[in-house]
């Protein structure tokens, strides 16, 4: 085989081996993924217990109409600011909230 092929060959095999080291992080983060979500599942089933056991009203969902108007108008910032003080939780969470409103919404 001349040099040209053992390059194309060589470059295949590397392709593949890039390929599937991507594939196993991939199907390992969502294993991670769902394995936290379950837990996550599980620990609102016992706060809810809880909730009932001790008599306690679950909070009521915030109203979040300021930060839907800001996303409306296009003011993503604002929006993360506004669920903050509405909220309590840190800019990282906040953030990932109003992205998952934006998708909810179709904004």
Same mark, same amino acid.
């Given at each position: ?48 217990? @809880? ?9 009521? #969902?915030?109203? @979040?109409?300021?930060?839907?108007? #800001?996303?409306?108008? $296009?003011?993503? %910032? @604002? ?12 800019? $990282? ?7 998952? %409103?934006?998708?909810? #919404?179709?904004?």
């Amino acid at each position: 085989m001349t040099d040209a092929v053992w390059v194309w060959v060589t470059l295949i095999v590397a392709l593949g081996w890039v390929a599937r080291i991507l594939l196993i992080a991939y199907l390992d983060r969502t294993g991670e993924q769902r394995r936290i979500g379950r837990q996550v599942r599980s620990l609102e089933r016992q706060v809810a217990q @809880l909730n009932e056991r001790l008599n306690i009203e679950p909070p009521a #969902h915030p109203d @979040l109409t300021d930060v839907l108007d #800001h996303l409306r108008d $296009g003011k993503k %910032l @604002l929006a993360v600011r506004d669920y903050r003080d509405i909220t309590g939780v840190d800019f $990282g969470a906040a953030k990932d909230a109003v992205e998952q %409103l934006e998708r909810e #919404h179709g904004l």
